[in-house]
Nanobody, 120 residues
């Protein structure tokens, strides 16, 4: 199983970006999917999480500006980021809790990260 993130880049303050993360390989079922971010010298922090059912969760710092969504048919999670601020600059990582076969335990997988830079 692999998670491939894409969509990062350089954007001006106030701009928008859309990140994508596709899971591939032997996948039976995906539970939650999420986005984290990390800046140098700081711990990785949760940005947004979307469960297979139920409500999404957002960090206070991004609530109202970012929207997480998923396409189950494509095993893909998205992060629409609007009104970007310089403090959103970070490497963004996706993760997913999934199982490859019905009797397998749930496991968490991480993508390699995509860099987002918000600067004028």
């Amino acid at each position: 199983v692999q998670l491939q993130a894409s969509g990062g880049g350089l954007v001006q303050p106030g701009g928008s970006l859309r990140l994508s993360c596709a899971a591939s390989g032997n996948i039976f079922s995906i539970n939650f999917m999420a986005w984290y971010r990390q800046t140098p010298g700081k711990q990785r922090e949760l940005v947004a999480l979307i469960p297979s059912q139920g409500t999404t969760n957002y960090a206070d710092s991004v609530r109202g500006r970012f929207t997480i969504s998923r396409d189950n048919a494509k095993s893909t999670v998205y992060l629409q980021m609007n009104s970007l601020k310089p403090e959103d600059t970070a490497v963004y990582y996706c993760n997913a809790q999934l199982k490859s076969r019905v009797l397998d335990p749930w496991r968490v997988y991480w993508g390699r990260g995509t860099r987002v830079t918000v600067s004028s």
